[in-house]
């Protein structure tokens, strides 16, 4: 499994569509195999989900993001974990184990959204 967290200062990127960078991690049985970073600030927005669909991306891991973005994203089959905030290594750790739903890891302002109910025992594979 390929996941894409955008970054800032070691952190989740409050807005996907304005990160600048892409941390790409995969997952093999639950251990990190992987890390590359990759520099997106050139790619337009309309572009990002070709982006991330070019560098097989299975999950998308990250703060706000717009919903056309979204749905362009959703569309392709990446699965997107959005309103998530915290150091990268924190929220990797909580993805793997299942944790994204924590509410220390919610962006503030976006606690008890329904969608991090789907979440509570981890995201589940693409379809």
């Known amino acids: 499994m390929k996941v894409a967290v955008p970054t800032w200062n070691d952190r989740i990127s409050p807005v996907f569509d304005t990160a600048q960078r892409l941390l790409l991690v995969e997952f093999e049985n639950g251990t990190e195999v992987a890390r590359a970073e990759e520099a997106i600030n050139q790619i337009p927005i309309p572009r990002r989900a070709a982006a991330l669909i070019e560098l097989k991306v299975d999950v998308l891991v990250c703060g706000a993001v717009s919903r056309p973005l979204f749905a362009m994203l959703s569309g392709a089959g990446i699965t997107v974990v959005p309103f998530v905030s915290g150091g990268i290594d924190e929220v990797l750790d909580a993805f793997i184990?299942?944790?994204?739903?924590?509410?220390?890891?919610?962006?503030?302002?976006?606690?008890?959204?329904?969608?991090?109910?789907?979440?509570?025992?981890?995201?589940?594979r693409p379809r």
Request: some cysteine.
């Open 97 to 124: 184990e299942g944790r994204l739903s924590d509410p220390r890891l919610c962006m503030p302002g976006c606690r008890g959204r329904g969608w991090r109910r789907r979440f509570r025992r981890g995201p589940q």
